[in-house]
C-alpha cells in the first residue's frame, strides 16, 4: 500500500507564499479597451486533469512562442503575456481550483486600432484553441471599452435575448450590461464600459474577475439540478417502499419465524447498499453547494452594486436562480440521511429479534443438556453401584473356589460358613477398590490437563 508523504515548508517561507499574490504582476500588462474570452471547465478526476491542464496551458504558452521574461507558471496559477509587431497584446491566464480549472484570454489591441467587438478572439499569429479536460462550465465573452455605455437599442443589437441586465459595480464610472443568453458560439456576452481611459488599471481585473466568479460558481450550482432532480424521485421511491417495510414488519414481528425474519434482512440490507451508493454519490456531487452559494452572494455584495435607469440589476437574475437551491440540495442530502437511518434502525430491530431466538434456542439447548447431565450422573451411580456388585459377587465366587480347596485339604471346616462369612467382607473390598480407582483416574486426569498447557505454552 502506497503512503502519502506531505512535506514540511519551512514556516519563513510558508508565510511568505501565504501573503504573495501572483496575480498583481498581470494588472500593469492590462488596458482598456480590451475583449476578454473566459472558459471554465469541471474537471471529474482532479488529481490527474488538474496537472494535465497546468501540460496544457504550457503547451498553449509555447504554441504562441510567449517570453519566458513575461511568464510565470505555477502549480494552480500561470500566465504569460506576448507582444505582437504590431502592438497588439495577449495575455494568456490559467488557473487551476478544487473542482475546475478555467482560462482567461485577454486580447488588447494597439493603441492605433483601439476598436474592440464580440466573437472569436484572434491574435495576428494565431487563434486560441483549447481542448477541454472535463465538462463545460460556462464560457464568457466580455467587452471592455472605454468611454460612456452605448445606448440601449446599440447594445440589444450586440447581446443575444429578449431582457438586458446591466448595473454600475465598483463605482459610478464602470457600468455592466449582459443578457446571460449565449450567443451562436455559446458564450454569454457582457459589455463593460470602464470610463475614461486612464483610470485605475488594477480595477480591471476585479471586473472580470468578479463576473467570472459569479457565473462560475452560478453555473455550478445549476449543473448538479438534472441530477437532483432523478435523486428527489429515486429518494420519494425509497421512502415509500420503507414505509410499507416498516408496517408490515412492525405488525408481524412479534411472531415472524427465522425465515421471514432472514427473508426481511436481506431485503433490507440489499435496499440500504443502494441508499448509501445514492448517498455517497449525492454527497460527492452536492456537498459543495453551501459554500458556491456563499461565494456568489459575497462576489455580488464586493461589487456595491447600483441599478440603472431602463435596465434590470444583474443581481436580480442570479439571485433569482440560485435562491432555494443549495438548501433544497441539503434537504435532499438530509432526507437520504434519514432513510438511511431508518434501514440501519429496522434492521437493528430485526438482528435484536434473530439474537432473542437464539438465545431463546441456546437456552432450551442449555436445559436440555442439563437434563442430560443430571442422567448421566444417576445413571453413573447405578452403573458404580452395579459394579460395585458385580466385583463383590466375583471376589465371593473366587473366595468359595478358594474355601472349597482348604476344606478338601483338611485346613477348613466348613467351606460354606466361610463362603457366607466373606460375603460382607467382598462388598466392602469392592467398594474400596471402586473408589481407589475413581481417586486414582480423576488425579490422573486433572494432572494431564496442567500439562498439556505447559506443553502448548513452550510450543
Known sequence: MSELHLSQTDPESFLKQLHERPHQPISGWLRAPAHVHYEAFRMSDPPVQRPASRSEFQSLLERFNVPLATTELRDNFGYGVKEAENGDRLILIWQAHTEYYNYQFWHMPSPTHGAVTFGPLTFPADAVSLSPLGSMVCRLDIVLATGVLPPQDELRARLPGPVLYGSRIFNEQARVVTSFTPDEHGRERY?????????????????????????????????????????????????????????????????????????????????????????????????????????????????????????????????????????????????????????????????????????????????????????????????????????????????????????????????????????????????????????????????????????????
Open 191 to 459: 459589455w463593460v464600459s470602464v470610463g475614461p481611459p486612464q483610470g485605475d488599471r488594477s480595477r480591471l481585473k476585479d471586473i472580470v474577475d468578479a463576473i467570472v466568479r459569479i457565473e462560475t460558481y452560478y453555473h455550478l450550482l445549476l449543473m448538479q439540478k438534472p441530477l437532483f432532480s432523478a435523486a428527489i424521485d429515486q429518494v420519494y421511491k425509497f421512502e415509500q417502499v420503507h414505509l410499507k417495510q416498516r408496517e408490515i414488519i412492525t405488525q408481524h414481528i412479534a411472531h415472524a419465524d427465522s425465515e421471514a425474519l432472514q427473508r426481511w434482512m436481506n431485503t433490507l440490507t440489499q435496499d440500504l447498499l443502494k441508499t448509501n451508493r445514492m448517498a455517497g454519490k449525492l454527497h460527492f456531487e452536492l456537498s459543495a453547494s453551501l459554500p458556491y452559494d456563499k461565494i456568489v452572494h459575497a462576489t455580488l455584495a464586493s461589487t456595491a452594486e447600483q441599478s440603472m435607469d431602463s435596465y434590470r440589476p444583474i443581481s436580480d437574475y442570479v439571485v433569482s436562480g440560485i435562491t432555494g437551491v443549495a438548501e433544497g440540495y441539503q434537504q435532499l442530502l438530509r432526507r437520504i440521511d434519514t432513510l438511511r437511518g431508518g434501514f440501519e434502525g429496522i434492521i437493528a430491530i430485526i438482528r435484536t429479534r434473530v439474537d432473542l431466538i437464539v438465545e431463546s434456542q441456546n437456552l432450551a439447548l442449555l436445559q436440555s443438556v442439563d437434563k442430560t447431565t443430571k442422567s448421566q450422573v444417576i445413571l453413573q451411580h447405578t452403573v458404580e453401584g452395579l459394579s460395585v456388585i458385580v466385583i463383590a459377587y466375583y471376589l465371593a465366587g473366587l473366595a468359595g473356589y478358594v474355601f472349597k480347596g482348604l476344606y478338601e485339604i483338611g485346613w477348613l471346616g466348613n467351606a460354606n460358613v466361610a463362603s457366607a462369612i466373606f460375603v460382607p467382607i467382598a462388598i466392602g473390598l469392592a467398594f474400596l477398590i471402586t473408589t481407589v480407582s475413581k481417586k486414582y483416574l480423576h488425579e490422573k486426569l486433572v494432572g494431564e490437563q496442567p500439562a498439556k498447557g505447559i506443553n502448548k505454552q513452550v510450543e
